[in-house]
């Protein structure tokens, strides 16, 4: 259940950051709303989760998988580049995560 928590948390965490590019810095009120909204539920599920998770792994696991994603939605949906750099950065993000999993670190 610990993960199906922070799964939702990492959903709610990356339409929280993307709503903030909207904001135009929080100058619009639907994404300013929708940030806060999507941070708050984002943290309750966290804290939710921190439960049965360890904190190590599931805070590397949030910002990582959220920190990759919110990369790949810019390069697909914002206009963003993507350059070797990106993706490698991209992978390394993915790859340690699995490692901290495939360690037992949780």
Same mark, same amino acid.
């Given at each position: 259940?610990?993960?199906?928590?922070? @799964?939702? $948390? !990492?959903? &709610?965490? +990356?339409?929280?950051?993307?709503?903030?590019?909207?904001?135009?810095? *929080?100058?619009?009120?639907?994404?300013?709303?929708?940030?806060?909204?999507?941070?708050?539920?984002?943290?309750?599920?966290?804290?939710?989760?921190?439960?049965?998770?360890?904190?190590?792994? @599931?805070? $590397? !696991?949030? &910002?990582? +998988?959220?920190?990759?994603?919110?990369?790949?939605?810019?390069?697909? *949906?914002?206009?963003?580049?993507?350059?070797?750099?990106?993706?490698?950065?991209?992978?390394?993000?993915?790859?340690?995560?699995?490692?901290?999993?495939?360690?037992?670190?949780?």
């Amino acid at each position: 259940m610990g993960y199906l928590l922070l @799964a939702g $948390a !990492i959903a &709610a965490e +990356v339409a929280a950051t993307t709503a903030m590019k909207y904001s135009e810095g *929080f100058s619009r009120l639907l994404p300013s709303l929708l940030t806060a909204l999507g941070y708050l539920l984002s943290f309750t599920l966290l804290a939710q989760t921190l439960k049965t998770v360890s904190v190590g792994t @599931a805070y $590397a !696991i949030w &910002a990582g +998988v959220g920190t990759a994603a919110i990369a790949t939605i810019g390069i697909l *949906f914002m206009g963003e580049g993507m350059t070797v750099t990106k993706a490698a950065g991209i992978a390394l993000i993915i790859v340690g995560v699995v490692v901290l999993n495939l360690g037992g670190a949780h």
